[in-house]
């Protein structure tokens, strides 16, 4: 009975401090001008479904969060290539691999932890991004240069200010409201 006891309140408090934890490290990222704001599952499958993953394809969410993207993307399309995630926010990048032991996928999962205005996305042919304006535009400068011609990019609710590229957009009920998402493909 004691041990019953002291093994629920040791257990009660790793959950509150792992909690805590997890508020802290949300909050700290809003000093920043692009903070960790997780997106509804819907979204997320209606933007994987743009970018529609095929076997050997090389996924990448950029500004991965707490890795919630990848793993879903991961979990849905499991016979396909690789998913990863760039992160710079080393506390997410440690939740995000926490949650990837425990993510029933055996394929290749990784994430990065680095600035996505200095990352290399060579390798990468399917996109995926929710970020402000401003980011995901610097981003997509950077894509623009690096990805071959026939890779996806799909910025989330957040339109990308580039001219002279062509933008199409999807809107798509989400939560009771009518959202945008922009899908660029490298000429
Ligand atoms: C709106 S959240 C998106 C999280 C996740 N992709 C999702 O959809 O649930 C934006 C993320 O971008 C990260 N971020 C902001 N600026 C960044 C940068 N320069 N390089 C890498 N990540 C960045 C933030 O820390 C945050 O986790």
Redesign the pocket.
């Known amino acids: 009975m004691n041990a019953i006891y002291w093994f629920v309140v040791i257990l009660g408090y790793i959950l509150a401090t792992i909690s805590l934890l997890y508020v802290y490290v949300i909050a700290i990222?809003f000093l920043?001008?692009?903070?960790?704001?997780?997106?509804e599952r819907k979204?997320?499958k209606f933007a994987l479904s743009l970018l529609d993953l095929k076997k050997g394809d090389s996924f990448i969410?950029?500004?991965?969060?707490?890795?919630?993207?990848?793993l879903l993307a991961a979990e849905m399309y499991k016979e396909f290539g690789s998913y990863n995630?760039?992160?710079?926010?080393k506390p997410?990048v440690m939740i995000s691999n926490i949650r990837r032991i425990f993510s029933k996928s055996k394929y290749s999962i990784k994430f990065h932890h680095?600035?996505?205005?200095?990352?290399d996305y060579r390798k990468y042919n399917k996109v995926?991004?929710?970020?402000?304006t401003p980011?995901a535009t610097s981003?997509t400068e950077l894509l623009l240069k690096q990805l071959k011609p026939g890779s996806v990019i799909v910025s989330?609710y957040f339109p990308v200010e580039i001219k002279n590229i062509k933008i199409e957009e999807k809107k798509y009920r989400i939560g009771g409201k009518i959202k945008s998402f922009y899908i660029i493909t490298i000429p």
């Not at 969410?61 to 990848?70: P, Q």
């Not at 995630?85 to 926010?89: K, L």
Request: charged share 20%.
């Open positions: 990222s920043n001008e692009t903070p960790f704001v997780s997106l979204a997320i969410d950029i500004g991965s969060g707490d890795g919630k993207v990848v995630g760039v992160e710079y926010s997410l680095k600035d996505a205005l200095k990352y995926f991004m929710y970020l402000t980011l981003v989330v």
